[in-house]
């Protein structure tokens, strides 16, 4: 397949997946807010019913007390004012408080309800009703039916109770209404001795509200009670059990870190390591296509290079079978049949030496040698090289280093400066002077080995390219200089190798520099770069 057609299945693929995971993402987020709701309207309904338990509490109590003592000569916080209603109506102060407020007296006889008969049932909610209503409404209304039950359970008793006041005991509980703003325990009765039917006291809602919320604050910071007249238990159920008033919880602080969960954490960790196994993936795709094209540039180069010797060898040898070379030409000839034999070794020498460093099968045969004894082993065969092609060959030992002591493979050395020659050979062609140029001198505690020509240098754009192995195309080998691009790339692991490197720098006046560096002293496996 082309590399394009490989891009785009893998842009599909990819696409595919971050969208089936995006979709995933998507509904796990939502499940987890739903969740996170689910659990903080919970948490909140938990606290609202503990908070409606303590209020009714108190209130329970308050009822309960002034249940006993509507007829106390004084009156005791929150209540402000206790009154008598005749039969005509006329209201009577029995004690009040300074700020005491007023209400319409014809507004509380028309809201307060009639005195239960001795044998009706006792109130509650419809069963039916209850059985209708969502889980926690449900919850919620029994709650309230409860308190209820317990609130009178309270007044009963105290009822019960003989009390210290002129007259019979009251025979009914005092019930909770609102005459416009303001808050009135009262009950009916049969008529008294002084020819009250109705009595009851007068609540200062403020204070009584402030001190309810006060009891509440831990559970319910900014919750609030409002008036709640004629209201339905059925679709209310924050009603309180004592007073027709609602409890508001207002805002409650969110149970976790808002917008952190560890189903966000674990799908944060999803997309980082699908976003991981896509890089992988396409590193992965993109180093197969690239070998794949360096092995194809590989093959139509070497093909190309391989073509050349050949066509020479059957050339040379059809012309000396048939005798029609003269004896005069015969020694031309032999030397260009080796030429064409010398570049063909080196060729397959490189393309044999870069196959065993790739299988791993090749290890440098290190051993101490002076830096004199190393070149002078090592640049016979360049030498030559340089000679061949019509070069003037110079070499520029520095004296501080001819004794200095080099770890190597003299082997390798060798190799790496004939591939450098050789390029030099090929590529400085027409350069002024026609000098190629070995330098030897010290770089702390390296040696430096430096292969300098004058041709026409290395252009900046493909001074990146330069040691990629198998960078020449068929093209780029037929247009350019002989080589398939391989030389330098394994001189470069050869240097590496042996723990020192292979770097191009830039030479002053002209023409390409190619330093080998090579260490003084043996190089522990860790101080070695990396192939």
């Known amino acids: 397949m082309r590399p394009l057609h490989v891009w785009t299945a893998y842009g599909i693929c990819l696409a595919v997946a971050a969208a089936a995971l995006a979709g995933l993402t998507t509904r796990a987020i939502e499940a987890d807010r739903a969740e996170a709701a689910a659990r903080q309207e919970a948490a909140v309904e938990e606290n609202v019913r503990l908070a409606l338990w303590r209020i009714d509490s108190m209130l329970a109590a308050l009822v309960a007390r002034e249940t006993a003592n509507v007829r106390a000569p004084q009156v005791v916080p929150p209540i402000v004012e ?110 008294q001795a002084d020819g009250a039917e109705i009595e009851g006291c007068v609540v200062d809602w403020p204070r009584l509200r402030s001190d309810l919320l006060a009891t509440i604050s831990d559970l319910l910071p900014h919750a609030t009670l409002e008036p709640a007249p004629n209201t339905d238990a059925t679709s209310d159920q924050r009603l309180l059990a004592a007073i027709p008033a609602r409890l508001v919880p207002g805002t409650v602080a969110p149970l976790g870190a808002a917008g952190w969960s560890p189903l966000l954490g674990a799908l944060i960790a999803a997309w980082v390591a699908m976003a991981v196994a896509a890089a992988a993936v396409g590193a992965l795709l993109a180093s197969v296509l690239a070998l794949s094209e360096r092995r194809a540039a590989f093959v139509s180069s070497v093909t190309h290079e391989l073509r050349t010797p050949l066509t020479t060898f059957r050339l040379y040898a059809g012309l000396l079978e048939e005798g029609m070379v003269p004896a005069a030409e015969m020694p031309a000839c032999f030397a260009t049949l080796r030429t064409e034999a010398d570049r063909l070794a080196h060729l397959v020498e490189n393309v ?23 070149v002078a082993g090592a640049a016979v065969r360049p030498a030559e090289r340089a000679g ?144």
């Open 82 to 191: 206790t009154f008598v209603i005749d039969a005509a109506g006329r209201r009577r102060t029995i004690a009040a408080a300074a700020d005491a407020g007023r209400f319409d007296t014809t507004a509380l006889l028309a809201g307060l309800p009639e005195p239960p008969a001795a044998n009706a049932p006792a109130g509650g909610l419809d069963p039916a009703r209850v059985a209708d209503l969502p889980i926690q409404q449900a919850r919620n209304a029994s709650e309230l039916q409860i308190r209820r039950n317990v609130l009178l359970q309270n007044q009963a008793s105290q009822i019960a109770i003989p009390q210290e006041i002129p007259g019979p005991a009251p025979l009914a509980a005092l019930s909770a209404v609102w005459v416009g703003e303001a808050l009135v325990l009262a009950r009916r009765g049969p008529p």
């Open 352 to 374: 044999l030496a870069y196959a065993r460093l790739e299988r791993g099968r090749h290890s440098a045969r290190l051993e101490p040698v002076t830096v004199a004894d190393l």
């Open 388 to 531: 061949q092609a019509g070069f003037e060959w110079r070499l520029h030992l520095d004296e501080r280093v001819r004794a200095a002591v080099v770890v190597t493979d003299p082997a390798a050395v060798e190799q790496v400066l004939f591939n450098l020659v050789d390029n030099a050979c090929k590529y400085a062609r027409g350069g002024v002077p026609a000098v190629i140029e070995l330098e030897a001198d010290r770089r702390g505690g390296q040696v430096a080995l430096a292969v300098r020509d004058h041709g026409r240098g290395i252009p900046p754009r493909e001074a990146a390219e330069l040691f990629k192995p198998f960078r020449k195309s068929a093209r780029d080998a037929a247009e350019s200089a002989p080589g398939v691009g391989l030389g330098l790339a394994l001189s470069r692991r050869l240097a590496r190798q042996m723990g020192g490197d292979l770097v191009c720098e830039t030479a002053a006046g002209g023409g390409a520099r190619f330093v080998l560096t090579l260490p003084l002293e043996p190089c522990p496996p860790d101080r070695r770069v990396p192939l």
